[in-house]
């Protein structure tokens, strides 16, 4: 089992940033691919970030491309997601997930383990 927390969000201005961290404990090497997902009410849950266990490959959603850049330090089991130049648009409970091999994906379920979410509200 990979267990996953959240943690960063919070109430922001338009314009704003904010950084996500997600911190794995468990069986990491389950996590081969970690991915970050947001899910807005009333909305399905969808793909914003991932990246692969070395970092070197990233992936992200055309919505937030050039915005915002996730990233990892293996060494502390801990996924970062930097949201720059926030919009109302981006408000949403954010979810960590991890899966246990590669390709990087972007359909919820091929991710094994979630994080309990993170809110990030953004005032316009």
């Known amino acids: 089992q990979v267990q996953l927390v959240e943690s960063g969000g919070g109430l922001v201005q338009a314009g704003g940033s904010l950084r996500l961290s997600c911190a794995a404990s468990?069986?990491?090497?389950?996590?081969?691919?970690m991915g970050w997902f947001r899910q807005a009410p009333g909305k399905e849950r969808e793909f914003v970030a991932a990246v692969s266990w070395f970092g070197d490959t990233t992936y992200y959603a055309d919505s937030v491309k050039g915005r915002f850049t996730v990233s990892r330090d293996n060494a502390k089991n801990t996924v970062y997601l930097q949201m720059n130049s926030l919009k109302p648009e981006d408000t949403a409970v954010y979810y960590c997930a991890a899966r246990g091999r590669l390709p990087i994906s972007t359909t919820t379920r091929n991710y094994d383990y979630w994080g309990q979410g993170t809110q990030v509200t953004v005032s316009s």
């Open positions: 468990g069986r990491t090497a389950r996590s081969n691919t």
